[in-house]
């Protein structure tokens, strides 16, 4: 589920999770906002219990008023955070802003139940909603220290007006009570703050090892993994790909063995480069292994023979420099195509029939081939040795 992320400046601030936070990571943040459900119903039945226990020993008009904020609060907030979970799961808008300032709202419904039941001077009264006020500090921070900010002012909203009203009470033993709830206060902010920072670097963590298991550490293209979550999640989607280009370097192996494995290294990253600007922004790449190279596209066959052709023009016409030899080098590409019009094959199908048509592009010097074309001989335009340099390769 995706969440709309606040609008409203000062909503911003208060969800702010810090300055170094990703993108990806805001989003989930803001989706921890809405989640818990268990807790959320227990804070509501917790507080309305309550206010109607009181309401019921004090039928003053203050506490009706209680009892009425406090019901169409947690109803209004309950009903948005239902309309906003279903919203969020189809991809549509959702009030963030309003969410978060009803759970504000919500803290300073139960911060003024303390406030009045302390001045009362019923102290079972003022009893039931100081425990109740201190309980839902637990709550508060559990459900909301994604966004510490916000756990503090729901904190000090819910809490604080207990030590202002124990502090003009009259009664000297409230005193300590009026000194003890802003240590209170403090700790739990620090604690907030501190259980934020765990959960940004935990999930930080989580999404580098994710890139990691998905990416090649060279290129930083899809590896083989993440090809096949890429074609799996392209084909839930209803857009399967409609062509599977595979790719073989040809002359790397030489450069490779020669010149060491830094330059070797250096040309594959300039080749993914080259592919990451002639593909479309549908289009998957992938780095398969070694010098091996996958591309997806929804192209039909002659756009993908197109595209094909294209990648072996821009391989072999560039001249690769070998910085650490003060040299450059060109290289090949061969290049099989594997066609499925109704995107209806498995990755496997289509990479085995590609790696059949790269084989015969190989073997006949056609450069590109698509399955069940013939080949046209010298279609790589400048087939080029192994490692052409502008001087002699070491020996």
Known sequence: MTFTPPRWRLTRWLLEAGTDVPTEIRGALIQSLY?????????????????????????????????????????VRLLLLIADRKAAAEGRRTFTDFYAWLGVSWAASVGYGTFISVLSGDWIAATLACLSSAAMVGGICFRNFAAPRLVALMILLSLGPCAVSAAIS??????????????????????????????????????????????DDLTCLLNRSGLQQAFAE????????????????????????????????????????????????????????????????????EAALRLGQK???????????????????????????AACPDGSSDLQTLM????????????????????????????????????????SLPA
């Not at 227990?42 to 904020?69: K, S």
């Not at 240590?183 to 090892?209: G, K, Q």
């Not at 990253?269 to 080259?274: N, R, S, T, Y």
């Not at 023009?313 to 080098?329: C, F, K, L, P």
């Open 234 to 301: 392209t084909a839930a989607a209803g857009q399967a790909p409609r062509a599977l280009l595979y790719l073989d370097l040809d002359g790397f192996k030489g450069v490779n063995d020669r010149l060491g494995h830094a330059a070797g290294d250096g040309l594959l990253k300039a080749v993914a480069d080259h592919l990451r600007a002639i593909t479309g922004p549908r289009d998957i790449i992938a780095r398969i292994g070694g010098d091996e190279f996958v591309v997806l596209t929804c192209c039909d066959r």
């Open 35 to 75: 989640g818990t459900l268990p807790i959320f119903a227990g804070g509501v039945i917790n507080t309305i219990a309550v206010a109607m226990l009181i309401a019921w020993r004090n039928p003053q008009g203050q506490f009706r008023f209680w009892i009425v904020a406090e019901v169409t609060l947690c109803l």
């Open 352 to 391: 085995g029939r590609a790696d059949t048509a790269l084989y015969k592009a190989k073997s006949t010097d056609a450069g590109c081939l698509l399955e069940g074309v013939a080949p046209t001989p010298h279609l790589k335009l400048v087939p080029p040795a192994p490692a052409a340099t502008r001087r």
């Open 311 to 337: 990648i072996v023009s821009a391989v072999v016409e560039h001249e690769y420099r070998i910085d650490q030899n003060d040299m450059t080098v060109g290289i090949g590409v061969s290049i099989g195509i």
């Open 170 to 215: 009259g009664q000297p033993i409230l005193l300590v009570v009026a000194l003890q709830i802003p240590f209170y206060l403090v700790s739990m902010t620090i604690a907030a703050f501190r259980l934020n920072r765990m959960l940004v670097a935990t999930m930080r963590a989580e999404r580098d090892n994710r890139h990691r298991a998905r990416h």
